[in-house]
């Protein structure tokens, strides 16, 4: 689609398509399961497609996984913990982790196009941040492999056993990294199945494990849908459990382990705030709300959806946010040039559309720019909500899309109590010209992330998690590498 058809907005102008290229990518017409260093067949013998959700052409066809499949994964996992990964030594460990690592890197291109392909999110994110920051993780972790005794002084440390992962399709080979790295470094074995919407990336970070000759076992990958997660969730050899995913999902995982000894880690939703006080620079703070928000179709666990700005600048900010999402380019993710691509599933779009529907029927104000939508693939227009009350459904539930609701406050008060009235609690952002206000804010929102005049920024050293209904436990950094050991 020629980009003028895609954009007919007056604030925009036309740029010639500059499309990256699939020729280089190699992918299988079919997937089996990765078990025990080989790809085998999945005993039901069903298989599943994977499609590109901005143009519904089939991918791939990946393995459907059933409660056999994991127990052979659990107990090829178990065998090389016992076997061989408890007794290789760390330094050994870490000089795996890098190679991964460096694998990863060598191939971060294809890495780059499988997940834009896969997940529709657009390459230009996929290329500078899904990707390095997952092989970033694994040079991290490398680094703790050997020294695990100065990340915990003065204690023995052991790691825990088998770790089952479960993964999400917003950033499902950064979601993948965030989850195996730390469990190797630490010591342990891995079952991970990744989103059945997006497994392609997962089988590919299989096939680099593969060639960076990890023995047999140590990390497993099964593809299928919730009820492969559920196999491995309920496996009793499994003796950790690290979920990203549904809040509603995580619930059924928690009651599913209690009374276990099962441990966990469940990163869940998330509704997080981000605050404009009237000394911000505005057009900065405009530029993070539209990063905050639009980042990856607004599919982030901690997209800023809800902003909230000081009264006296909302009419400006507001203005200056029309502008500047009317700016954006929609369409195909392949394109370098594109703002935002596709929403991940038809499921996820026909979610966002309910949303929007009962924006508009609770008396909300809506505005979504002038633009064109592709006709085949899942797409959605960036969307601002005015005029709700803090009761409204989107402003209280998550939407996981391109949508974001704006809310005016008098007083830094009202701000830090309208930020923390959700039932989740996991990122928040502050914009001021102030280092006092920040460190004020900072210290009363109930958040596990808060970034202050910026948004969305990661790094493997920095902890991640949330609070309230966002879950528990951390991931990145020394915490995450905690949640994969035992201390003594
Ligand atoms: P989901 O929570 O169902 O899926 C996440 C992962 O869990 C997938 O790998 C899925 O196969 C697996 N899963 C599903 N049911 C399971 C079960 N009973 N036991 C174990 N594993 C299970 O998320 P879904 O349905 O794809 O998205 C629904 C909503 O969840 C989104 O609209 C969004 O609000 C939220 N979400 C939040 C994410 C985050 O990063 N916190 C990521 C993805 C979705
Ligand atoms: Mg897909």
């Not at 790809?39 to 056999?68: C, M, Q, R």
């Amino acid at each position: 689609m020629a980009r003028k058809e895609i954009n007919k907005s007056k604030v925009t102008w036309d740029y010639s398509p500059a499309m990256e290229s699939s020729s280089h990518i190699n992918l299988k017409k079919k997937y089996d399961l990765y078990i025990d260093g080989k790809w085998v067949k999945p005993s039901s013998g069903k298989y599943f497609d994977t499609i590109n959700p901005a143009n519904k052409e089939k991918l791939s066809e990946v393995a459907h996984a059933n409660d056999k499949d994991v127990d052979k994964a659990v107990k090829a996992a178990r065998k090389s913990y016992k076997g061989v990964w408890s007794k290789t030594t760390p330094a050994e460990r870490s000089k795996y982790i890098y190679r991964i690592a460096r694998l990863m890197q060598e191939r971060a291109r294809e890495f780059a196009v499988i997940e834009t392909l896969d997940a529709g999110k657009v390459i230009r994110e996929s290329r500078d941040v899904d990707v390095p920051l997952a092989c970033n993780h694994f040079f991290y972790y490398a680094g703790w492999a050997d020294k695990l005794e100065y990340a915990f002084p003065n204690r023995k440390v052991e790691p825990l056993g088998v770790a089952g992962q479960i993964t999400p399709w917003n950033f499902p080979l950064l979601m993948a990294a965030w989850k195996i790295a730390p469990a190797l470094a630490a010591g342990n074995t891995v079952v991970l199945k990744p989103a059945e919407t997006t497994p392609l990336t997962a089988l590919k970070l299989a096939e680099v494990i593969h060639d960076a000759g990890l023995p047999p076992g140590v990390v497993n990958i099964l593809t299928g849908f919730g009820d492969t997660g559920a196999a491995i969730v309920d496996h009793d050899d499994v003796d950790k459990i690290a979920f990203t995913g549904s809040t509603g999902v995580g619930k059924i995982i928690q009651n599913a382990i209690s009374g276990t000894d099962k441990k966990a880690t469940l990163e869940l939703g998330g509704k997080s705030a981000n605050i404009i006080l009237e000394d911000a620079p505005l057009d900065q703070a405009v530029e993070g709300i539209v990063n905050g928000i639009f980042f990856n179709q607004g599919h982030v666990c901690c997209a800023g959806s809800r902003l909230f700005v000081q009264e006296s600048v909302a009419e400006k900010v507001i203005e200056k946010l029309k502008h500047r999402i009317s700016s954006l380019v929609i369409g195909d993710p392949m394109d370098k040039n594109t703002d935002i691509g596709a929403i991940n599933s038809k499921e996820q779009l026909d979610t966002i559309d309910k949303y929007i529907k009962i924006g508009l029927a609770e008396g909300a104000t809506m505005y979504q720019p002038d633009c064109v939508l592709p006709k085949t693939g899942y797409f959605c227009k960036p969307t601002l909500f005015m005029d709700v009350a803090q009761s409204s459904r989107i402003v209280q539930e998550e939407i996981f899309g391109p949508v974001l609701t704006i809310q005016t406050f008098r007083t830094v008060d009202e701000a830090i109590q309208k930020a923390n009235n959700t039932p989740f609690g996991l990122a928040a952002g502050i914009w001021t010209d102030k280092g006092s206000r920040i460190f004020n804010l900072a210290s009363k929102l109930n958040a596990g992330v808060i970034w202050a005049n910026t948004y969305n920024k990661f790094d493997p050293t920095s902890p991640f998690g949330g609070y309230k209904e966002s879950g528990y436990g951390r991931e990145g950094g020394l915490h995450g590498l905690s949640a994969y050991v035992k201390l003594k």
